[in-house]
């Protein structure tokens, strides 16, 4: 049996280094990108503006560098499909109260799995629309207001650009109640108001009634749209957390529809979830 | 015999890099609902597709080793990622009836004859992805 083993070691010592020996008969040299079919977008020119001046956010945009769908595609240059880089801009972890930390870690890998809106389709919400989400987003933006249509779920949001005021008593809304304003190009959209439901990443992140979410939109260039998100939660956080600048990018495709009506996993989780409970 | 087995070794071997070049979905979690060491190749005949939101779900009637026909279902990755990297809804339609090779993994709640489809190959030979690609 033995000898059975190291025979299989040596031929697979052997396979690798026949694979490597050719890796280098074949390829080109170490510091020449290999040729990808699917590549980062250029910039694309200026960004276009609305009648009224401002920067005009319009398109249907990917969450990725390549203007159009990287999941399970070969070809993929892996810098197209990121929406940062984390050596360029890293992003910052979450510094959680004691108390949310242990709530989450409290939690089974079935129960994380659960919560995750992938899973329950409930809505994202926001600010998880820009963090937790790999499909697209339309935005149809005019002086006055903005809409967000995600396909995911097929939700959508306005967001008035109007100038009116956080309200005082807000309901709680998966997407919260904004309140937008321009910093030059930069459109900053500040959001209370939120459904307790909604998780802010998809690793048990959850929040508190003192949410306060801050969006802010700039449109570098035509084919580019960068969303940088802030969370503020003093309840769970003991800082507030500021995501890197997240790039989505100009696509020409279709939005489809994405009503989650199929949804056979949750019966096998929650027996999962169930066994997980009698271990406990 | 030997150089046989090399053959399939770098084979093998090759098409693991190719895998792993391959983007996977940020969906979710495969882990919580699949077991990645229990998959295995399958082939059989395609006869229905249920293409819905979040997943779409295919049967396929597989042969055991002693003949015996037997149903499965496999998840795929949703319709709009299966959409955009090229196989849609009527390349499965194209394809009912006719025979499939299909990489998948087992459910972890046991349950019979339900994987999760992650490669794929219909009668054209092109390899589809179609799913989260484990092993």
Known sequence: MRTVIVAGAASLCAAIASI???????????????????????????????????????????PNGAGQGVSGRYGVDPEAIRQFDPKATPEERPAFQQWALEKIKSMTPTELELSKSSVNCMPRGVPAIWLQ?????YIMH????????????????????????????????????SAARWEGDTLVVDSIGFDERTYIQPNGWFHSEQLHVTERYTRPSMNYMIVQITVDDPKVLQKPWKSAPRRWTLGNGEIYEFYCTNNKELEELEKLRQQELKQK | ??????????????????????????????????????????????????WQNPHPYFYVDVKDEKGKIENWSFQAYSPVTLRRNGTDRQVFLDNINKEV?????????????????????????????????QD
Request: charged share 20%; net charge positive; aromatic share 10%.
């Open chain 1, 20 to 62: 490597a020996a050719l890796s280098a008969q074949t390829t080109a040299p170490t510091n020449q990108k290999p040729k990808y079919e699917i590549t980062v977008m250029p910039p694309g020119g200026p960004p276009p503006r609305l009648s009224d001046g401002h920067v005009d956010f319009s398109g249907h945009w990917f």
């Open chain 1, 133 to 137: 989400n790999p499909y697209t987003t």
């Open chain 1, 142 to 177: 005019k002086p006055g207001v903005m809409a967000q249509m995600y396909e995911v779920l097929n939700n959508w949001r306005l967001i008035h650009l109007d100038g009116r005021p956080l309200p005082k008593d807000p309901e709680p809304f998966f997407h919260g109640n």
């Open chain 2, 1 to 50: 015999m030997a150089k046989w087995r090399v053959f399939a070794a770098l084979l093998a071997a090759g098409w693991a890099v190719l895998l792993a070049a391959a983007p996977a979905s940020a969906h979710h979690s495969f882990a919580a609902e699949w077991d990645s060491t229990k998959c295995r190749d399958f082939t059989g005949t395609l006869r229905k597709l249920d």
């Open chain 2, 101 to 133: 090779w299909i990489r998948g993994c087992l459910s972890k709640t046991g349950k019979a004859n339900a994987a999760a489809a992650g490669t794929l190959k219909f009668a054209d030979g092109v390899l589809r992805q179609v799913g989260q690609i």
